[in-house]
């Protein structure tokens, strides 16, 4: 079985800060590895996804994310926030369509 | 990727009415959709993988009697929450990815309130 683990269920930064969003997994077989952002009252979008080859991962909107399989980490990083960055974020793993989200970080950007 | 489409947006009815959410991929053709609920603040669960051509697949604890998912067609899976109560009031997503092991595509979701 596949399980996901976010630390921190809520980050601040201020604005142009590093971002910073820890995401752990377990997987008994190589995993499969997705970010979703999520806005307000709408469904997820895609930010990244690691699936095989290179373990640092560029994705949309400056976001890039890098897998370690010694640490099963899956961290979403961005070298400068913005304000349109506040959204909820998710990851997720994933091995044969079963996908399993962990619970969520919401990221807040301060002026 | 996928475009997905999930009507309505947003829906109110009354305690004992039944509500249904219908989502279409709009590009592609899926033959698995999945089901997720989200309640404020949480993550998503998954709550059934609709399979075209026969019987959803409920995640245990997800009363199938309630939540009647029919997947007709290769682009049309509908979500019938049966004789609501307030507790079902929750935001409720589709998703299809179009093949094991790659990304979901998800619709926009549908805001239930029962009221």
């Known amino acids: 079985a596949q399980s996901v683990t976010q630390l921190g269920s809520h980050v601040s930064v201020s604005e142009g800060a590093l971002v910073l969003l820890r995401c752990n997994y377990s997987?008994?077989?190589?995993?499969?590895l997705f970010w979703y952002v999520q806005y307000p009252n709408q469904g997820l979008q895609l930010l990244l996804k690691?699936?095989?080859?290179?373990?640092l991962v560029k994705g949309i909107n400056g976001f890039e994310a890098e897998f370690k399989k010694s640490e099963t980490s899956f961290h979403l990083t961005k070298p400068s926030a913005h304000m349109s960055d506040a959204a909820e974020y998710f990851c997720a793993v994933s091995y044969n369509n079963d996908m399993r989200f962990g619970a969520g970080t919401r990221l807040t950007v301060k002026p | 990727g996928a475009v997905v489409s999930q009507h309505p947006s947003w829906v109110i009815c009354k305690s004992g009415t039944s509500v249904k959410i219908e989502c279409r991929s709009l590009?592609?053709?899926?033959?698995?959709m999945f089901w997720y609920r989200q309640f404020p603040k949480q993550s998503l669960m998954l709550m059934a993988t609709?399979?075209?051509?026969?019987?959803?697949?409920?995640e245990q604890g997800v009363e199938k009697d309630k939540f009647l998912i029919n997947h007709a067609s290769l682009t049309l899976s509908t979500l019938t929450v049966t004789s609501a109560h307030p507790e079902d009031s929750s935001f409720y997503i589709c998703s299809v990815t179009q093949g094991a092991n790659t990304e979901a595509f998800f619709g926009q979701g549908t805001r239930l309130t029962v009221v």
């Open positions: 997987s008994s077989v190589p995993p499969y």
């Open positions: 690691y699936t095989t080859g290179a373990t």
């Open positions: 590009d592609f053709q899926a033959t698995t």
């Open positions: 609709s399979n075209e051509g026969s019987k959803a697949t409920y």
